[in-house]
């Protein structure tokens, strides 16, 4: 019982995973970039960081993801970045456009209004929005990738949920709990704009739009007349539907 995609639907799908990865591998790439030219030249960017509340540290709700505290903080932060990147934009390529600049931005912006006193930094709260929003958009939407691409998150990242709690007193956890709270709240207004993947269509499927005379009448183009039990068409027409016990 074979699947049915047309060709065209399955080029488009490579297409766009494929463009979603060079993206997600761009922006890691600039990630690292930052931080070996900070180690390269001996400069010290967790001062652009966010800073709740100084005028100086809303610069940071731009620059902080792109920072990060150390070569442990970016690598922990590579895989999920790159994942979470490519499966919102190969999933969701229509919601992306507003749910990466809002999280990005509005994550830094709830850490410089209530954010503990400190430099927050670190591309922890993009990835806890996707995240979520992934998580939350799959039981919205429902159909066949979404759920798959939910069931995958949460297999591999799953056990960052805890992360928007309060833990360690030099993580910031408000980066996660703002960049989780808008992945959620952005898929409700979000989980139409892109259409649902194309139904895959199975061969016995085809059995079932004959209606319930078949197999006792031809498929479509052929003979429609019923079949007695010598397969001659005459002979159904006097005995009406037969169903042989052999």
Known sequence: MAARIS??????????????FVFGAVFVAALWGIKLAELAFGLHLATYGVYPRRPMGLLGILLAPLIHASLAHLLANTAPALVLLTAILYGYPRAARWVLPVVYLGSGLCVWVFGRPGYHLGASGLIFGLMFFIFTIGVLRWDRRAIALSLAVFLLYGGMIWGVLPSDPKVSFEYHFFGASLGILLAIPTRRLDPSPPEKRYSWEDADDLGDDWPFVDRPGGDSRMRGSGGDPEEGKSTGRCRGNG
């Not at 060709?7 to 979603?20: G, N």
């Open 7 to 20: 060709p065209a639907d399955a080029d488009q799908d490579i297409r766009r995973l494929r463009r979603a």
